[in-house]
């Protein structure tokens, strides 16, 4: 059974910056693409970015700009590196692999 483990949220300030980290186990890693998505209490579950096997990136437009995500398949790892984060960045953050599988989630709170 595949395992995607998150890790990285927290608390934030507005204009901070976090890096998440998703890290997969049991599976081929390296010719998949990998996602972050994101769900805000009350809201839909949205795309924030993915990554491809290639590293072509893809990223919703409110994040454009400001989150970058990568990839190291040595480590079967993917990163999101969010600065600039604003109030409606905040939400529970999960991480995807070849759009089947979902890690639990890593909560990021932006509060002053």
């Known amino acids: 059974q595949v395992q995607l483990v998150e890790s990285g949220g927290g608390l934030v300030q507005p204009g901070g910056s976090l890096r998440l980290s998703c890290t997969a186990s049991r599976t081929i890693f390296s010719i998949y693409t990998m996602g972050w998505y994101r769900q805000a209490t009350g809201k839909q579950r949205e795309l924030v970015a993915t990554i491809t096997s290639g590293g072509r990136t893809n990223y919703a437009d409110s994040v454009k700009g400001r989150f970058t995500i990568s990839r190291d398949n040595a480590k079967k790892t993917i990163y999101l590196q969010m600065n600039s984060l604003k109030y409606e960045d905040a939400a529970v953050y999960y991480c995807?692999?070849?759009?089947?599988?979902w890690g639990q989630g890593t909560q990021v709170t932006v509060s002053s």
């Open positions: 995807n692999l070849d759009s089947q599988f």
